[in-house]
């Protein structure tokens, strides 16, 4: 079995035992060369895209000898580039030989390569592939390749193919290791956790909570914590080196330079897992300040200065070099206790607050009013727990507060991708600022099937402009947008920038006149600030 009829196998199917099955048995028949490659690349690996994607319509459209305005016009139809060119170039003759090896490392080479070489050699690509192998080319070829399994997914099957526990599997496939560099036998086989000693745990994540949780379940038996609005990540002191990782996997270590100190202050082997979030004077500042400094290249005295971070520790799940997994929270809970007390880590790293609350009712009060107390909600941890791996349900619950609301004009709208590609379903809103309307935030989720339908054909009657796949639309239609965050951004044409927005609502009963203004956002910004002073 190759790559193609894998992904033809996993594209035919939505039940996840079946994708599992097509997965371990390309393993067992694929080239020892090609099947770690392939599991990177269905795990998200991919090579920067070596050519912008208008050389390839341009010279996509000179072969076929079409218009280059009705290739761009079947594009916005398909709504993805790789499979109109794949339509638009396949050959009537059989595909050769896919060879994932050999195409990935010809795609990386293509940025040494000059602009004629470089479309001499995907032209002599589409001459040689049809059908799906072409419609894959493209894929990598163009950076965007997807398909419908989850990293979970794809560590079930190694799992099953190594005989393997699927939460040392897990562990293996953390952070960015090189498919080139790596083969099944140096990443799998069992080998002593110093080889790896980078490496984070597979962190433990949480579901929101489960009303029914509250029927039934004595507060006393739950650990109750603030849930902090930063960046997820496991600290890692380990033969005498630092790192930082973030949940999504991320080696941090050189932007989060204050943690620096803590490989002279913390034992080799030592694990903790909490939020790194930015604090100053005793309390934690706007999560926004975070991500401008996050984006910058080097880190100045300046920032260090005006946005310190601090790591607040919920868990430890190394210590001295011993996993601490599978002891109970409360037992993990007092180790990590003691260990902050022992070292001199107190600017730095900050124990997770407990809250005691009487019952659930009261609980839920403070969730409420998370946002004055700088939280997002409240995090629920049974006390015997074991750290678990991934998203599993019982144990460890997030119980967020309500997401802030605002009613926005739609303004723009653009078509989507994959099963939405003939539909327009991204959509650009505004408020009011005096006369005028703002563009403020992006959203495409939370309406259903049938709202979509009705709104496309909206569009498709009341649009005023084109500007390629985008349309300006006539400005009547209310929408409720929820999010999670609000803040000042220099980035955008409102100076505002929300963060996580999504549809909460068609408001049919609203014009456009009762939308919200550019004031009403403000004056958020201000209650948080204030609220935070």
Not at 357 to 371: G, N
Request: proline share 4%; charged share 30%.
């Amino acid at each position: 079995m190759d790559f193609v009829t894998l992904f033809e196998h996993l594209d035919s199917t939505t039940k996840t035992s079946e994708k599992v099955t097509a997965i371990t048995d390309y393993l067992h028949a694929a080239d020892e060369t090609e099947k770690l490659l392939a599991v990177a690349v269905l795990m998200g690996y991919k090579p920067k895209r070596p050519v912008k994607t208008t050389e390839l319509r341009l010279w996509a459209a000179e072969i076929t000898e079409i218009p280059l305005w009705l290739l761009e016009e079947s594009y916005y139809v398909v709504g993805d580039l790789a499979e109109t060119l794949a339509l638009l170039l396949t050959a009537d003759h059989a595909s050769d030989v896919f060879e994932l090896r050999a195409i990935l490392q010809d795609i990386m080479l293509m940025p040494t390569y000059s602009p004629a070489q470089q479309r001499q050699a995907i032209e002599a690509y589409w001459k040689k592939f049809g059908g799906t192998s072409l419609f894959l080319f493209n894929k990598l070829l163009t950076g965007n390749f997807r398909v419908g399994v989850s990293r979970k997914l794809v560590v079930r099957a190694l799992s099953e193919y190594l005989a393997m526990e699927e939460a040392v599997v897990e562990h293996r496939v953390m952070g960015k290791w090189d498919p080139f560099e790596e083969s099944f036998n140096t990443l799998f086989h069992q080998q002593l956790l110093e080889e790896k000693h980078f490496l984070p745990y597979p962190f433990f994540l949480a579901y929101p909570v489960d009303p029914v949780l509250f029927d039934g379940a004595a507060i006393e038996d739950w650990i109750v914590e603030p849930k902090l609005d930063g960046i997820r990540g496991q600290i890692i002191v380990r033969q005498g080196e630092l790192f930082v990782w973030s949940r999504g996997e991320d080696l941090m270590t050189e932007k989060f330079v204050e943690f620096d100190e803590l490989t002279t202050i913390l034992p080799d082997g030592t694990v903790l897992d909490g939020e790194i979030i930015p604090w100053k004077n005793g309390r934690p500042l706007d999560f926004q300040l975070m991500q401008t400094r996050i984006g910058r290249k080097k880190i100045s005295r300046r920032h260090l200065e005006d946005v310190p971070l601090v790591m607040v520790c919920y868990d430890i799940l190394e210590w001295k070099g011993i996993d601490q997994r599978d002891r109970p929270l409360l037992e993990r809970r007092a180790l990590l206790e003691q260990v902050l007390q022992t070292y001199p880590v107190e600017n730095r790293l900050k124990l997770s607050e407990i809250k005691t609350f009487d019952s659930w009712e009261a609980a839920d009060l403070f969730r409420v009013e998370a946002r004055q107390q700088q939280a997002e909600g409240l995090m629920l941890k049974r006390k015997d727990s074991p750290y678990e791996v991934g998203r599993k349900r019982g144990n460890w619950w997030k119980w967020k507060t309500d997401p802030m609301t605002v009613d926005g004009v739609l303004i723009y709208a653009q078509s989507g991708h994959g099963r939405r590609a003939n539909l327009f379903t991204d959509y650009t809103f505004a408020v009011w600022d005096g006369d005028a309307l703002v563009p403020f935030a992006k959203a495409y989720s939370g309406l259903t099937d049938k709202e979509l339908l009705q709104i496309d054909q909206w569009i498709k009657r009341h649009t005023v402009e084109k500007f390629g796949p985008v349309r300006s639309v006539q400005p009547v239609l209310v929408f409720e947008l929820a999010f999670e965050g609000i803040s000042r951004s220099s980035r955008h044409k409102s100076g505002i920038a929300l963060r996580f927005p999504r549809i909460l609502r068609w408001r049919k009963d609203k014009t456009a006149a009762e939308a919200n203004t550019k004031q009403d956002l403000l004056n958020l910004i201000n209650a948080k600030h204030e609220s935070n002073s």
